[in-house]
């Protein structure tokens, strides 16, 4: 069987708060402790390493809540979003 069809994928709208509360939560903590946030969640996401994310307020323990590629879409999406937006918005 030949795989000719593109799988779609897309996270529920109910999570998508969830995610940015966590990506809040992990995001403030990183930049708190002195850590480059863009670094060190490249690197959890993409060994799935937890100890990329400091243990300071929790951050550790709250990006594990959620599934990486749940937190990967809703980061992706606000990007595609800017991207998209008229320049004369800006």
């Known amino acids: ?3 000719t069809e593109t799988t779609r994928f897309q996270i ?3 999570k998508d708060r969830e995610a940015r ?11 708190e402790k002195g850590y ?3 670094s060190q ?12 994310i400091t243990n300071y307020e929790g951050a550790r323990g709250v990006i ?9 879409e809703v980061i992706l999406q606000d ?10 918005r800006e």
Not at 44 to 50: A, G, N, V, W
């Open 79 to 88: 990007y595609i979003n800017t991207v998209e937006q008229p320049e004369d």
């Open 64 to 72: 594990r809540q959620m599934e990486r590629y749940e937190l990967l």
């Open 21 to 31: 509360r966590i990506i809040g939560v992990v995001l403030r903590a990183l930049r």
């Open 12 to 14: 529920k709208p109910e």
């Open 1 to 3: 069987m030949k795989d």
């Open 36 to 38: 480059d946030p863009v």
């Open 41 to 52: 969640l490249v690197g959890y996401f993409l060994s799935d390493d937890p100890t990329y």
